[in-house]
C-alpha cells in the first residue's frame, strides 16, 4: 500500500531539481540553516550516487550543522541510480541489495515518521537525485516514484541558459501528477536573468519564488590549499547568505502552507456537510464525521485524513508521530470507473494534450482525431460484426437512454407500432438498473431506486433467474422457479460458462421452454408489446451483484432471435449461429438485443467484453465507467447499421434527436482511445497470467479460461463461513452475500457490520467498501499488484473466518 504522509508537527517538503547540477543541495543547505531557529531541521537523501565522501548528506553535516541527516541508499558510481544500482561494485549503506519503489518508500515514511516529534514542530527536507524525471533505481522516474507520499515541493529551477525552458517543463511535470510547488528557488544570474522571468512566471501562479547568489568558484584545483580555501569560502557563502534574510519569505511560505493545509482538511467535512446534496443517501443522520476527507489519491489507494484517530492520538500523547492520513484501498474502484490506478500520469498527459489541442469543439457535423479514433477502436475491438455505428453520450445513464430510444424505433418501424398511442414495454432481468434518468428507470421493475420517483410507471416484463455463487466449496446454480429445475452444482467456474456443453442440456431444455413460454403468454394472451430485450451481462451490479446463470441469458437471446413469430413478425425463423447471424443477414430478430455493458464491459470481468460469455452479438451495447480509465465521463452506445437505418428519412423529426453540449468531448475520447489501448496492450502481454494460473482448470471443450484477480482459495474459503449465504469472483469483482434472517435485499442492515470493520482498519491501512443490501463487494483495478489484493483477502479472512 502506498504510505501516506503527513504530520502535524512535522513540516516535510521533497525538494526537486529542474535539472541536474542545479544547486539542490547547497539550495538544502541554505534551507536547513534558515530553517534551525524554527526548530529541528532533518535532512534525508533516499538515494545517492558517487564517492561516500562527496555524498550530499555530507555536505549538509559540514555546512550545516545541527542538522539530522541520513541517506538510504548510496551507490559508488557517480551515474544515474538506476545505472548505479545495478552495478556489480554497488553499495549501500542499509540493505545490500537494490530496493524496489516500494521498499524506498516505505524506508522514507518509516523515517519521516522517527522525525515526528508529538509535541515539537520541525522540518525535513528530502531531497531527490537529478532532475524530476531522472530514474530511481528500478528506472522509474522520479517524479511518479515519489508520487504516492505526495510531500509539497520546494522546485530549484536551473539559473543556466536554456533553464526557463527547463525549470517550467519541470514544474508542469510535478503539476500534472498532483503535486502542490510551495517555492521556487534558484541562484541569480544577471547575464541570464532567469530569475526575472520566472518570477513573474510564477508569481501568476501565487507561488513566491527566491534567487540566492551563487556559489562562490571553486579555487584552483591546482593548488596544494584548494580543498581548505574551498571550505572556507563555502562556509562564508551560507553564513552570510541566510545573515542577509532572503530565505525569510521562503521559511513563511512553508509555514502558512503548512498550517493552510491542516485548516483545509480540518474544515472540508463541516463544510461539505452544509453544502453538499450526496447522492444514493439518506441524510437524516448523516453527521459531519461520517464523510471521508480524502487528500488524494494514488494507484489503488485513497489518503484519507484521519481526524478522529489524530485527536485520540494526540490527547492520549501516544504514537501522535504517526500521520494523519491513511493508506485507504478503493474496494469500489470509485463508483466502478477505475481500470488504470488513480492519478494515473499517462492518462493525465492524454487529457492535457486534448484539452491543450481541442479544448471542447462542437460536434454535430464535425469530426475531431479523438472521436475518430475510439470509434474505431471500439468497433475493431468488440468481435461484433454487427456493431458499425458509435453514438457518444457522457454516462452510462444517458447512454442507455439513447439505447433504449433506438431499440423502441427500430421495433415500432418494422412491427407498425404507434408508441403514442399504445404501450411499448421490454424484456429484462428482476433486479436490473440501467441508470437514474427518467426513461431507463423505467426499463427496470419497481425498487428503492425508482419507485418513488413520481414519473416512474415500469414498462417492462422482468424475468426472475437462475443465480450463480459458491456455496460450502461448490459452484451451485439456484433456481427462483420450479419450473426451471432443480438447484445444480459444479467443480469449477469453466463449467458453469462452458456453454456448448450446457446448450444441450436438461437446464438448459427447461430454461428456452420456460422463456418460450413465459413470452408467449404475455403476447398472446395478455397483449403486451415488448421493443426490446435488455441485459447486463453476465453480472447485474446495482441490483446487488447478481451473477446470472449465464446458459439463462444465452437461452433467453436465442429464444428473441430464434422465435420472431412470437412477436408479430411473419417470417419464418431462419437457421442461426449461435451469435445470432444468418447466411448474409445481420438484421435483427424478434427484438432488437440491448447489452447494457457500462459496468461488466472492457476487462471488468476479465474479458474485453461481457458479451462474449455468451457468445451473443447484440445490436446494441453500451460502454462508460472503464472506457476512460477512472480520469472523465463519458459513455459509447453502439449500434448495428439495420438500428442505424430506422432512424433515416426525409424528415428531420425522425433522426435520432438527442445529444449533450459536450458530446464526444476530445478529452475523453483521446483519454479513452489510451486507456483501451492499455487494457488491450496488458492482455496482450500476459500482465494477469497470475491470476489466471490460479484460476485455470481445463473443461472437455473449452480452452479459455475464467479468471479472477481474487485467489481462487480465498473464494472457496469464505464459501465455508458460517455466516456467509454465498460467494464469487470474476474478474476484478469479489462479493460476499451474507446471511440476512430478513431475507436480504437492498434495505438489508446485514453487511454494514463487516463494512465498517474494514473501514475502521488499522492505524496504517483501511479499506473502503460499498455495500447493496446484504451484499458487501470489493473491486480492484487492472493494475492492482497481488501482494496488495493479498493482504486484503487476509483482512477478510479474519474477519469471516
Known sequence: ??????????????????????????????????????????????????????????????????????????????????????????????????????????????????????????????????????????????????????????????????????????????????????????????????????????????????????????????????????????????????????????????????????????????????????????????????????????????????????????????????????????????????????????????????????????????????????????????????????????????????????????????????????????????????????????????????????????????FDFPQVSMKEGKWTISMPETALGAELQYGSLSEVFDLEARLHSEAGRRYRAYIHQTIQRLVQQEGVKFGALIMEPIILGAGGMLFCDPLFQRCLADVVRQHPELFGEQIAPQPSSPTGETEGNRDWSGLPIIFDEVFTGLYRLGRRSAASFLQVHPDISVHAKLLTGGLVPLCTTLASEEIFRAFLSAEKSDALLHGHSYTAHAVGCQVAVDSLQTMMRMDHEGSWQEYQNDWTIPTPTTETSVWSVWSHGLVRDLSHAASVEGVFALGTVLSIALKDQQGGGYTSTAAQGLQQRLAAGSEQFAVHSRVLGNVLYLMSSLTSQPGSLRGIEEVLRGELL
Open 1 to 462: 500500500m502506498p504510505p501516506a504522509a503527513l504530520w502535524r508537527t512535522l513540516r516535510a517538503h521533497q525538494v526537486y531539481g529542474a535539472n541536474t547540477d542545479v544547486g539542490k543541495t547547497i539550495v538544502s543547505t541554505l534551507l536547513c540553516k534558515a530553517l534551525q531557529p524554527q526548530g529541528p531541521v532533518s535532512f534525508l537523501k533516499p538515494v545517492s550516487t558517487g564517492p561516500l565522501d562527496e555524498a550530499d548528506d555530507r555536505h549538509i553535516q559540514r555546512y550545516a550543522p545541527h542538522t539530522r541527516t541520513q541517506c538510504l541508499y548510496q551507490f559508488d558510481e557517480p551515474v544515474s541510480p538506476h545505472i548505479a544500482a545495478h552495478q556489480p561494485s554497488q553499495r549501500t549503506t542499509s540493505v545490500p541489495s537494490v530496493p524496489s519503489d516500494r521498499q524506498l518508500l516505505d524506508a522514507i515514511h518509516q523515517t519521516l515518521t522517527s522525525w515526528a516529534h508529538p509535541h515539537q514542530p520541525a522540518h525535513a527536507l528530502v531531497e531527490t537525485a537529478g532532475g524530476v524525471h531522472s530514474p530511481g533505481p528500478n528506472g522509474t522516474s522520479q517524479a511518479d516514484l515519489y508520487r504516492p507520499l505526495r510531500l509539497p515541493i520546494i522546485l530549484i529551477a536551473d539559473a543556466r541558459l536554456g533553464g526557463i525552458s527547463a525549470s517550467i517543463a519541470a514544474y508542469e511535470s510535478l503539476q500534472l501528477r498532483g503535486y502542490d510547488v510551495h517555492s521556487v528557488l534558484l541562484f541569480r544570474d544577471d547575464y541570464y536573468q532567469n530569475h526575472g522571468y520566472l518570477h513573474a512566471y510564477f508569481a501568476k501562479k501565487a507561488i513566491p519564488l527566491v534567487a540566492v547568489p551563487p556559489p562562490p568558484p571553486r579555487p584552483d584545483p591546482t593548488d596544494p590549499d584548494a580543498a581548505r580555501r574551498d571550505v572556507e569560502a563555502m562556509r562564508r557563502y551560507y553564513e552570510h547568505t541566510v545573515r542577509e534574510g532572503r530565505l525569510g519569505s521562503v521559511v513563511e511560505a512553508l509555514e502558512r502552507k503548512h498550517v493552510e493545509r491542516w485548516e483545509r482538511l480540518e474544515a472540508m467535512a463541516e463544510k461539505a456537510h452544509a453544502m453538499i446534496w450526496y447522492p444514493f443517501t439518506q441524510h437524516r443522520g448523516v453527521a459531519a464525521q461520517d464523510i471521508n476527507v480524502i487528500d488524494s489519491a494514488c494507484g489503488d489507494y485513497f489518503q484519507s485524513y484521519q481526524r478522529d484517530t489524530l485527536e485520540v492520538r494526540e490527547a492520549a500523547s501516544a504514537s501522535a508521530s504517526a500521520s494523519a492520513l491513511r493508506a485507504t484501498f478503493d474496494g469500489s474502484a470509485s463508483w466502478w470507473t477505475q481500470g488504470l490506478g488513480h492519478g494515473n500520469p499517462d492518462l493525465a498527459l492524454s487529457a492535457a494534450y486534448a484539452a491543450g489541442r481541442y479544448g471542447h469543439v462542437m460536434f454535430p457535423g464535425n469530426i475531431h482525431e479523438p472521436a475518430l479514433a475510439l470509434a474505431e477502436t471500439l468497433l475493431q475491438s468488440q468481435g461484433n460484426p454487427r456493431l458499425q455505428r458509435v453514438f457518444y453520450t457522457d454516462n452510462g445513464s444517458t447512454g442507455m437512454e439513447v439505447a433504449v430510444k433506438m431499440g423502441l424505433r427500430a421495433a415500432c418501424a418494422r412491427y407498425g407500432w404507434d408508441a403514442s398511442t399504445e404501450p411499448i414495454r421490454i424484456l429484462g432481468l428482476k433486479g436490473s438498473y440501467h441508470g437514474d434518468t427518467i426513461g431507463v428507470m423505467d426499463c427496470s421493475e419497481p425498487s428503492t431506486y425508482n419507485k418513488k420517483v413520481e414519473w416512474y410507471r415500469g414498462r417492462g416484463h422482468w
